[in-house]
């Protein structure tokens, strides 16, 4: 059974950094891609950052690219998402998600197949 389980969210004031981890169990890390996504109520929810399956390759959206860095830890079986200078705009449940590697960018929903749970990420100003 896999398991993908987010932490490291919480409540963080306009400007603040937090780092946020997912530890994904029950498949062969090594051979996924993985990515972040986030929601915020009462909209879709969007693309953050994507990173290939041996961390060499990494894809951001204009909203979070140079506050954002993805990385990935596959002796642990770990993804991180780092943010800097966050925004109120920030402020959503964050979703790590893992596909098997191949093509695509990893930036669409419907590229992955496994996903977590959320944790959620509050900016206040």
């Known amino acids: 059974q896999v398991q993908m389980v987010e932490s490291g969210g919480g409540l963080v004031q306009a400007g603040g950094s937090l780092r946020l981890s997912c530890v994904v169990s029950?498949?062969?890390?090594?051979?996924?891609?993985t990515g972040w996504f986030r929601q915020a109520p009462g909209k879709e929810r969007e693309f953050v950052a994507a990173?290939?399956?041996?961390?060499?390759?990494?894809y951001y959206p204009d909203s979070v690219a140079g506050r954002s860095t993805i990385s990935r830890d596959n002796a642990k079986n770990t993804i991180y998402l780092q943010m800097n200078s966050l925004k109120s705009e920030d402020t959503a449940v964050y979703y790590c998600?893992?596909?098997?590697?191949?093509?695509?960018?990893?930036?669409?929903?419907?590229?992955?197949?496994?996903w977590g749970q959320g944790t959620q990420v509050t900016v206040s100003s």
């Open positions: 029950g498949l062969p890390f090594g051979d996924y891609a």
């Open positions: 998600a893992a596909r098997r590697a191949g093509r695509g960018s990893g930036m669409y929903e419907y590229e992955y197949t496994y």
């Open positions: 990173i290939s399956w041996n961390g060499q390759h990494a």
